[in-house]
């Protein structure tokens, strides 16, 4: 998928996580996740923490080429040990504390996202950046693991909310291209699963059957691991 496309995906998704959560009051914000062990309130910081990397990244140019794609990304390694882990949940909640009420953090996550979109789309198609964990990758690449994290996560606080998903079509095209590759058509058909419950399943969040585990390893699911 080119930087554009990516982007306008991205945008478009990270637009309907800020209206949906624009719409929580009060207890909601308690709830629990299946994040654990975030609250909706941190589950939202941990996305914009997230998503806020990007600007120190643009902000740097390597000078060597990409080496790592956005299925790469999700291999399992240190990023994902218990230390990486409590590091992702200290920073979710500082970032959370640092917030004046509820109301700021969903506007904070919005501004943060339209300044990563506004950068973004200044830069070349072949821009290649650093992550916080060394690999060296095309930002299209970096942008598309930025779209499954507010993709996925979105299923999570949706269903902490219990509210119907709004996962976009594009994202969840984009996630399941993520994973499928070229055979993401034939899955779909195969499978017979909506967006939502096909990135519950392939990102572990809902069972999958010994049948439909057998029928995915076939047509070569990648799948993530993730924090």
Known sequence: MNQGRVLDVFRCEAGELSRALTGVYGAEWERPTRCAPWSVRELLGHVRVATAWLPDMLAASPSVAAEVSAAEYYRPDDRYAPEANRDRIDLARAHVAAQPSDAALVDDFTATWEQVDRLCRAEPEDRVVRTRHGDVMLLSEFLLTRVVEVAVHGLDLADALGR???????????????????????????????????????????????????????LGIRWLTTG
């Open 164 to 218: 119907e998903p709004w996962l976009t079509p594009q994202a969840g095209d984009a996630v399941l291209g993520l994973l499928l590759g070229p055979n993401q058509e034939a899955a779909a058909q195969d499978l017979d699963w909506d967006h939502p419950e096909f990135l519950r399943k392939a990102t572990g969040r809902a069972p999958v059957h010994e049948a439909d585990a057998a029928r995915l390893e076939q």
